[in-house]
C-alpha cells in the first residue's frame, strides 16, 4: 500500500468516528449547523454566508433557539477563519451548542476533509447534523462504470456508492430526420451511418480508455433505441471492457438523468453483484481455512488479537455481530489498511456458526 493509499486509510477511520460521533447528537430545537464546501470553493465566500444567516438568525423569537444559533454560526466563522484556502478534497464543518443542561453554552465545532471529494454546496441548520454525504463515502465498496448514449450524445461515469461521478461527455454531429427523397435520400442515410459510426468509435475509445485506467466491478450500459446495442454488439469497445458489461438497460434519457436512470434501472444487478462480492470473500476465507490454516484467524478472541497486530488482511464480519464490536473491528483493520467484508445472513451461515467474525492474515501467528 502506497503512502496516498494509507492516507486515505487515516482519513476514512477519522471520517467513520466523526459520523458516529455526530449522528448520536441531538438538539432541543432547530440549532446544529451544518456545512459543506465543495473542492475549489472559496472559504470566504461561505464566510459571508455565514455571517449573513447569523444576521437572520437574531430575529429568532425564542431566546435560547437564537442564542445557540448565533453562537454556533459564530464559532464556526472563527474556525473557517483558521484555513488560508479549502482542502483538496473539501471541508465538512459542524457546530452546535453540546451543553447537557438546557440554558448553558458549550460550543463544539469538528471539522474534516474527507478522503473523497466533496460535490455539494450546503449550509443546513436542524435538530441534528446532517452527514448523509459523509455516511455515502463510508458506503463505498464498489465502484463500477456506467456509459449512456444515443446518436445525439453520450456520457462516462462512475458509481461509486450511491453516488455518481461524471467524468466525459461527447456530443455528436450526427443530423436527425431528414427530408430528401430518390437517389438522394440513401446517400444521405449512408453518410449519416458513416458519421454515427464514427461516434460509436469515439464513445468506445473514450470509454475504453477511461475504464482500462480506473479499476471498476463492473460496467452498466443505457441509453434510448437501439444504439446502446450498437455500441455493445459492434468492435467498438475493447473485449476486456466487453467482459465488463453487467447489463444493458432502456433508458429514456442521456445526461445525468440517464445516468440516474440507469443506475436505478439496474438496482436488481447492482444487489446481485454485491451478494456476489460477499460470496467470493467467504469462499476465499473458507479455503484458506481449509488448505492453510495458519493463515486465518476466526471466533472474536483470535480476531481481536490479529487485528490488534496489524495482521489482517481481510476482515469478515457476520451482519447479526454485535455493532459496536463490528465498529470496533473495523476501525483497526481500516486503519491498518485492510479490507472488510459485511457477510449477509444469505451467505453467512458458515461463518456464524464459527463465531461470527473471521479473517485472512498477512502472515501466520505464533
Not at 261 to 274: F, Y
Not at 302 to 308: E, Y
Amino acid at each position: 500500500m502506497d503512502q496516498s493509499d494509507k492516507n486515505k486509510q487515516k482519513l476514512k477511520f477519522k471520517l467513520r468516528k466523526l459520523v458516529r460521533d455526530l449522528g448520536r447528537r441531538r438538539a432541543r430545537h432547530t440549532e446544529l449547523i451544518s456545512v459543506y464546501i465543495p473542492q475549489g470553493y472559496e472559504a470566504q465566500l461561505i464566510i459571508n454566508q455565514l455571517s449573513t444567516e447569523a444576521g437572520t438568525a437574531r430575529n429568532i423569537k425564542s431566546a435560547g433557539t437564537r442564542k445557540n444559533v448565533t453562537g454556533a454560526l459564530e464559532k464556526m466563522i472563527q474556525h473557517l477563519r483558521l484555513y488560508k484556502r479549502t482542502p483538496e478534497n473539501g471541508l465538512a464543518l459542524f457546530c452546535g451548542n453540546v451543553a447537557e443542561r438546557e440554558g448553558q453554552q458549550e460550543f463544539q465545532v469538528w471539522s474534516i476533509e474527507p478522503p473523497e471529494p466533496i460535490k455539494v454546496k450546503l449550509y443546513k441548520c436542524d435538530q441534528q447534523f446532517f452527514i448523509e454525504p459523509l455516511q455515502e463515502q463510508l458506503d463505498v465498496k464498489s465502484v463500477y462504470g456506467l456509459i449512456v448514449m444515443d446518436r445525439r450524445e453520450a456520457n462516462i461515469a462512475l458509481l461509486k456508492g450511491r453516488q455518481i461521478e461524471s467524468l466525459v461527455h461527447m456530443d455528436s454531429m450526427v443530423p436527425g430526420k431528414f427530408k430528401v427523397g430518390g437517389q438522394s435520400a440513401g446517400r444521405m442515410a449512408r453518410v449519416i451511418e458513416g458519421m454515427a459510426n464514427d461516434f460509436y468509435k469515439k464513445v468506445g475509445a473514450a470509454a475504453n480508455k477511461t475504464f482500462a485506467e480506473m479499476k471498476v466491478d463492473g460496467i452498466l450500459v443505457g441509453g434510448p433505441g437501439p444504439t446502446k446495442e450498437d455500441l455493445v454488439t459492434g468492435e467498438f469497445l475493447s473485449t476486456d471492457i466487453k467482459k465488463k458489461i453487467l447489463a444493458v438497460k432502456a433508458v429514456g434519457y442521456t445526461g445525468d438523468f440517464g445516468l440516474k436512470e440507469l443506475v436505478e434501472r439496474s438496482a436488481d444487478i447492482l444487489e446481485k453483484e454485491q451478494g456476489t462480492k460477499e460470496k467470493k470473500a467467504l469462499d476465499n476465507f473458507l479455503m484458506f481455512l481449509g488448505s492453510r490454516r495458519n493463515m486465518v484467524a476466526y471466533g472474536e478472541d483470535a480476531v481481536r488479537r490479529a487485528a490488534d497486530m496489524n495482521a489482517i488482511a481481510v476482515l469478515l464480519i457476520h451482519e447479526d455481530f454485535p455493532e459496536e464490536k463490528t465498529e470496533e473491528l473495523m476501525d483497526k483493520v481500516e486503519l491498518a489498511g485492510g479490507e472488510v467484508h459485511i457477510i449477509s445472513k444469505d451467505v453467512g451461515e458458515q461463518l456464524k456458526g464459527i463465531g461470527m467474525v473471521g479473517a485472512i492474515l498477512r502472515y501466520a501467528l505464533a
